[in-house]
């Protein structure tokens, strides 16, 4: 058995698309290799970042959506980590809504459950259809709110998608969101290459920057794989 680990994280560049409300990623130089070995006789490079807090790969504290909610600083770690299933839901129409019987077809098409599991993340096949065109922000499936309650009931504390947000655009409900409000859940939005995990039982890290009452963070999010483990379920690369 070997150990692999998926990298679920978007690039972070100046020009990536942002949900409209949000500040636009912008990326410029702070001092260059010249410039720093001219003053103090040894040359180094950084950049300077603007960025919003739910800009590229990120997660969204229940601050964010509940004024009474705790911000990033204040979430246990325990929420952005732990053991995970990532579920194929990608028949589900970019116009449609992942409900409740669209999960029990993931699960059991990939003969896997939700017991002890911290983490699902919900591939769409958003990012792979439609990342850098006009539909990216516009069109993509979001859950209805009785499958959040029942990722909810079954003990999920964090939710994630391949998509801007676990909602559907045109939902006036916001209705993952109400269900993470209602719960306390935090949710992790913007993550890509979930096809190479779809099916599968992982270890799932998607820890956010300490930002001091941050309504929610960038992450490095990646799933890390036992190859050849029993039980890891079907529909794997």
């Known amino acids: 058995m070997g150990v692999r680990v998926v990298d679920l994280s978007q690039e972070i560049y100046q020009g990536m698309p942002v949900f409209p409300l949000h500040q636009k990623t912008f990326i ?35 601050y964010e959506y509940d004024p009474q909610g705790p911000t990033v600083d204040e979430v246990p770690l325990h929420y952005y980590y732990g053991p995970a299933v990532c579920l194929d839901v990608s028949w589900v129409s970019p116009d449609g809504y992942i409900r409740r019987p669209d999960l029990a077809r993931a699960l059991s098409g990939a003969g896997i459950t939700l017991a002890d599991k911290r983490v699902v993340l919900l591939h769409t096949g958003h990012f792979r259809r439609a990342y850098g065109t006009d539909e990216w922000l516009t069109r993509y499936a979001g859950l209805d709110e009785e499958a959040g309650e029942w990722l909810a009931a079954q003990g999920i504390l964090n939710i994630g998608v391949d998509a801007p947000s676990i909602d559907n655009p045109a939902d006036p409900r916001f209705s993952g969101h109400l269900v993470c409000r209602r719960h306390g859940l935090v949710n992790t939005e913007n993550l890509c290459h979930l096809e190479q995990v779809a099916g599968r039982e992982f270890l799932y890290f998607g820890l956010p920057l300490r930002i001091r009452r941050g309504t929610g963070s960038p992450v490095r999010a990646v799933a890390v794989l036992v190859e050849g483990e029993a039980g890891a379920g079907q529909g794997g690369p």
């Open 28 to 62: 410029f130089p702070n001092i260059d290799h010249a410039t720093s070995e001219r003053m103090i006789g040894f040359g180094f490079a950084t950049n300077n970042l603007l960025i919003n807090e739910h800009g590229p790969t990120h997660t969204d504290a229940p």
